[in-house]
């Protein structure tokens, strides 16, 4: 999807879906899969006597897949093309078994919001998100409350301020908007708070607009 294509709070209605649907495709189900194989080794007994055949079954399904994978160069210049912009990111790619994923609405005042739980596999102090991957959150739906004004940069500048541990196993509501754009500049800035609305992480970032190049 290119820029020009991207909805705008300008031009589409409030409640907009800017991610990509989670669909029953056979790769969205197969990620699903691998994100619950993630969590599962996680949380599976240190000791469980079977784990040397779990090695060996899963080193066959990435063989297997492997196998069926075009060279990465061609990968990388149809995962760029049409939806595939959304499919593929760490934050809310369905495709992505790194990403949560968080599924992102805008808004009619041109803020973008989602409400996503993080589990294990995301966890920083006990119990509590990593900071890096707040800010990965933070960072992309940044991006996207870019995308959802009408512009689109690279990010310069992220300031992360950690308020309060941001507890795994709760919905989180992560929200973004544009403040002020100056030139190349786009400032934003976002928070993640708890279904109460404490806020736990808050950011300040700068955006300047330039466009990468795509592969062809
Ligand atoms: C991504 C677009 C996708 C669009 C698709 C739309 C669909 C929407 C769907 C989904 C959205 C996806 C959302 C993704 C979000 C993720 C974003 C990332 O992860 S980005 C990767 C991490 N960031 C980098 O790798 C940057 C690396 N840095 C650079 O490439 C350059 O330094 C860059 C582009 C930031 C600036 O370089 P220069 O050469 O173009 O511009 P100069 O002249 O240096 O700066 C312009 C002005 O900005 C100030 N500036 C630059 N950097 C600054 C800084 N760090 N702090 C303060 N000011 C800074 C400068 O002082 C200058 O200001 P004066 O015009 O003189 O007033």
Known sequence: MELGTHPTFRDSADGTVLTSARAGDPIDRATDAARRVVDALLRTDRTNANLERVTEELDGIAEHLEEHAPAVAERLIDMWSGEGVTRHDPVTGPENAIAPPLVLEGRGDGTVCGTVTLTMAYQGPPGHVHGGVSALLLDHVLGVANAWYGRSGMTAQLSTRYHR????FEPLTISGRVA?????????????RTADGQVCVSVEGLFIDKTVPRPR
């Open 165 to 168: 541990p941001t507890p795994l």
């Open 180 to 192: 002020s754009v100056d030139g190349r500049k786009i400032h934003a800035e976002g928070d993640i």
